[in-house]
């Protein structure tokens, strides 16, 4: 099994920053994905960001490309998501989601079988 745990949510003022950090205990993996979902009240669960754990390639949602930014500390198995220029159109539980091997898609939820328990990121005008 793996564990999922996020942090690093809270509440800030549009424009400002956040990094949030998901780390992996249990059984770990060197291929797959580490992704980023986040859900608003009323709405569907949607895609923010993944990276590839075998060769870090990183993908982005339109809506937060240029503003965020995520990496991976291999030695700490945490994969963070640096959130610049937060709009309050950004507000949501973010979830950090793990796959092992190959996935048909990563900007799907139903592709990932682990998840983490949420963070929520409030943005204010």
């Known amino acids: 099994q793996v564990q999922l745990v996020e942090s690093g949510g809270g509440l800030v003022q549009a424009g400002g920053s956040l990094r949030l950090s998901c780390v992996a205990s249990?059984?770990?993996?060197?291929?797959?994905?580490i992704g980023w979902f986040r859900q608003a009240p009323g709405k569907e669960r949607e895609f923010v960001s993944a990276?590839?754990?075998?060769?870090?390639?990183?993908y982005y949602a339109d809506s937060v490309k240029g503003r965020f930014t995520i990496s991976r500390d291999n030695a700490k198995n945490t994969v963070f998501l640096q959130m610049n220029s937060l709009k309050p159109e950004d507000t949501a539980v973010y979830y950090c989601?793990?796959?092992?091997?190959?996935?048909?898609?990563?900007?799907?939820?139903?592709?990932?079988?682990?998840w983490g328990q949420g963070t929520q990121v409030t943005v204010s005008s």
């Open positions: 249990g059984r770990t993996f060197s291929s797959g994905a």
């Open positions: 990276i590839r754990l075998n060769d870090y390639r990183s």
């Open positions: 989601a793990a796959e092992e091997g190959y996935l048909v898609s990563y900007y799907s939820p139903r592709f990932y079988r682990y």
